[in-house]
């Protein structure tokens, strides 16, 4: 597999790769590793949620938004 980047975001991944004392194509590995993993665990989180929903498994409003208070104060 082939990935172009332009001008600008080969020396931004240079000077990163540098800084973090890694060679730009190790640093693109595990960026890409890492964004797989994340992008597959939040599908799996919405794929529960819709299972969830077909179930008729709800929370109330007000639930949710006891939910969003306590994550907002963490």
């Known amino acids: 597999m082939e990935?172009?980047?332009s001008p600008e975001q080969q020396a931004q991944l240079a000077?990163?790769?540098?800084?973090?004392?890694?060679?730009?194509?190790?640093?693109?590995?595990?960026?890409v590793a890492r964004y797989?993993?994340?992008?597959?665990?939040?599908?799996?989180?919405i794929e529960k949620g819709i299972s969830a929903a077909d179930r008729g498994e709800f929370i109330s409003e007000e639930q949710m938004d006891a939910r969003l208070e306590a994550m907002f104060k963490a």
């Open 3 to 5: 990935v172009h980047l």
């Open 15 to 31: 000077q990163i790769a540098s800084k973090a004392g890694t060679a730009p194509e190790r640093l693109v590995t595990n960026v």
């Open 36 to 45: 797989l993993n994340e992008e597959a665990r939040f599908l799996e989180a």
